[in-house]
């Protein structure tokens, strides 16, 4: 039988994860919350930058219709990408400029 063992990051999350209050206790908003708090401290990111993410998040999720996130691979790497509407529908791009995220 072979022993998977996770990323010491995947380990840090499940044992805070672990103990009471757990993440259903919360409701959906105090647990994305708690779940953004715990990455953060893990991964030595500031207050700033979960603030944007859950500022981000909140927007898409106030997008008129469905939105699906998606990352596609281009030439120059990676990029994040907000789709909605008919998939049968003709395509329109949408880029935001001078620093803006495509929900601004």
Same mark, same amino acid.
């Given at each position: 039988?072979?022993?998977?063992?996770?990323?010491?990051?995947?380990?840090?999350?499940?044992?805070?994860?672990?103990?009471?209050?757990?993440?259903?206790?919360?409701?959906?908003?105090?647990?994305?919350?708690?779940?953004? *708090?715990?990455? $953060? !401290? &893990? #991964?030595?990111? /500031?207050?700033? @930058?979960? +603030?944007? %993410?859950?500022?981000?998040?909140?927007?898409?999720?106030?997008?008129?219709?469905?939105?699906?996130?998606?990352?596609?691979?281009?030439?120059?790497?990676?990029?994040?990408?907000?789709?909605?509407?008919?998939? *049968?529908?003709? $395509? !329109? &791009? #949408?880029?935001? /400029?001078?620093? @803006?995220? +495509?929900? %601004?």
């Amino acid at each position: 039988m072979i022993r998977h063992t996770p990323e010491p990051t995947a380990q840090e999350i499940a044992a805070a994860t672990s103990k009471p209050p757990f993440r259903h206790e919360h409701g959906p908003d105090g647990a994305r919350k708690a779940l953004d *708090d715990i990455q $953060a !401290a &893990l #991964l030595g990111i /500031g207050d700033r @930058a979960v +603030a944007f %993410a859950r500022a981000y998040q909140q927007a898409v999720d106030r997008w008129p219709v469905p939105v699906a996130l998606q990352r596609v691979t281009t030439g120059y790497g990676m990029t994040h990408v907000l789709a909605c509407g008919p998939p *049968d529908a003709p $395509a !329109a &791009l #949408l880029l935001p /400029g001078a620093g @803006a995220t +495509a929900v %601004a």
